[in-house]
């Protein structure tokens, strides 16, 4: 996988030959914010907010691997500009720069805040089975259940956190609404009513058709997130040109299709609230829609219903700043290989809990999940 982005990073910088236009990467458009905020600073008309742009300046200058947001970022800027219109292109070079401010903008935050990152981080193991009803707060309406696609132990423990609660409150109206279900374009929130109507609005991808059909047979009420226009109306276009020339990419992945996509979910989710507002609301989809960082996430768009932020996460080799708070400490790791090895056969997990809100928004999520290396193989 991480050589596949490399090389879609290779045809955004225009290093390989390709078709489509070229984007510029995250990383040169954080350069020029960069830049043009070193000019600002200079301006002495308010003297006290040029000293703090001036230290922001001074801090992405030297503390900020710009790598590091073009691995964060990449995807959404890896799209072809030429199946949209020029509005379209406009809109989103706006919302790219804002991406990518947003992002420079936590860097700091997290700097600044870091004493208070460092209390407010805290990190466990759990041996095969993770108990999350000691981990979620009872009280929740919604849960957002965000990963890194494609991973069968992810979709393992989504189903385990919502078997344990279904278990945990009997009486309570649980929902799951997923962005591996499409809505029925005929009654977008509609629950599915049957296993033909779980394998027709599933995708396909691995792992989820199969999760999908385990959740219908627990009783959970299952809704489909995803726009049908986004992929049942456009399959034919993958015989025809690559998935990243296409409209379908530009529409899931653009800042703008980003932005829009959640907007849509949003709705779906306002509708199962005000149809039924006791229920208990798991949502699953990818970290890039679910975490406290993004701009346009669900998090803020859901607000109102105070939502719970899991990630399904891995182990990273190189840390933004804001990530360093939510590296696992040598002694930690030590003894999660010493815990693998008393315990052959058995899943080691760290287990990180981000308490309070500040925490949360600073690092995107209020528990955080991620398997000790190599323990995952095969599942």
């Not at 700097?111 to 108990?131: E, M, Y």
């Not at 029925?184 to 009513?193: F, R």
């Not at 989820?208 to 726009?227: I, P, S």
């Not at 003894?335 to 058995?346: E, I, L, Y």
Request: glycine residues 6%; proline residues 5%.
């Amino acid at each position: 996988m991480r050589k596949i982005f490399a090389f879609l990073l290779l045809l955004l910088a225009g290093v390989l030959p390709c078709r489509a236009q070229v984007q510029k990467l995250p990383s040169a458009v954080a350069q020029e914010i960069i830049s043009s905020s070193a000019g600002l600073a200079k301006v002495p008309k308010e003297a006290r907010k040029a000293r703090a742009l001036a230290d922001k300046v001074s801090f992405w200058q030297k503390q900020t691997d710009l790598s590091s947001i073009d691995m964060a970022l990449g995807n959404y800027f890896l799209p072809n500009p030429k199946v949209a219109s020029g509005a379209q292109l406009q809109e989103n070079q706006k919302l790219q720069l804002q991406m990518v401010r947003h992002w420079l903008e936590k860097e700091y935050a997290a700097f600044k805040h870091s004493a208070h990152l460092t209390h407010s981080v805290r990190a466990s193991l759990a041996v095969d089975k993770i108990n999350y009803l000691e981990l979620i707060p009872s009280q929740s309406r919604l849960v957002l259940l965000g990963e890194a696609h494609g991973h069968g132990w992810i979709a393992g423990e989504i189903f385990s956190v919502i078997e344990q609660m279904r278990r945990a409150y009997p009486g309570r109206r649980i929902y799951y609404a997923s962005e591996f279900i499409y809505a029925n374009d005929e009654n977008p929130g509609a629950v599915l009513k049957s296993p033909d109507e779980v394998a027709r609005f599933s995708l396909s991808t691995p792992f989820y058709r199969e999760l999908n059909e385990r959740l219908f047979h627990t009783g959970v009420r299952m809704v489909g997130l995803e726009n049908p226009d986004n992929g049942l109306k456009q399959k034919l276009q993958r015989e025809e040109m690559s998935f990243w020339q296409s409209a379908r990419s530009w529409n899931i992945l653009s800042p703008e299709g980003v932005r829009e996509r959640n907007r849509y979910w949003t709705e779906i989710i306002h509708g199962i609230y005000e149809q039924d507002p006791q229920a208990l609301v798991l949502v699953h989809a990818g970290s890039g829609h679910t975490s406290y960082r993004q701009l346009y996430s669900l998090p803020r768009l859901l607000q109102r219903y105070e939502p719970f932020v899991v990630e399904f996460s891995f182990i990273k080799n190189t840390y933004a700043p804001s990530e360093k708070h939510l590296a696992v400490s040598a002694p930690l790791l030590e003894q999660a290989r010493r815990t693998a090895v008393k315990n052959p056969g058995k899943s080691v997990y760290f287990v990180q809990v981000q308490e309070g809100k500040r925490a949360a928004w600073l690092t995107g999520s209020n528990l955080l999940i991620r398997p000790l290396p190599a323990n995952t193989e095969g599942r």
